[in-house]
Nanobody, 114 residues
């Protein structure tokens, strides 16, 4: 059973920054495309960014130029650097792999105040 542990969320003012971390309990994550999702209450999870095992990132338009996805292979860890945060970025953020997600972690809450 692979475990994913997200951390780094918090309360920040509009324009601020946060760095999210995702630690996987397996080095298999290093062979996968890693993704970050976010979920607002009452809504489905929405893809935010992805990074291939070769390090190629892809972002949804709403976060381009503000968020940076990266990974530290020896540490089985992925990151999401979030700058210029906006209130609409408020959500619970989750990491996983695609196209066959593992069990979901608990996520990390990001709250951006205006």
């Amino acid at each position: 059973q692979v475990q994913l542990v997200e951390s780094g969320g918090g309360l920040v003012q509009s324009g601020g920054s946060l760095r999210l971390s995702c630690v996987a309990s397996t080095s298999r994550m290093n062979d996968e495309t890693m993704v970050w999702y976010r979920q607002d209450p009452g809504k489905q999870r929405a893809l935010v960014a992805s990074i291939t095992n070769g390090g190629t990132p892809v972002y949804v338009d709403s976060v381009k130029g503000r968020f940076t996805i990266s990974r530290d292979t020896p540490k089985n860890t992925g990151y999401l650097q979030m700058n210029s945060l906006k209130p609409e970025d408020t959500a619970v953020y989750y990491c996983n792999r695609i196209p066959y997600p593992w069990s979901w972690g608990q996520g990390t809450q990001v709250t951006v105040s205006s």
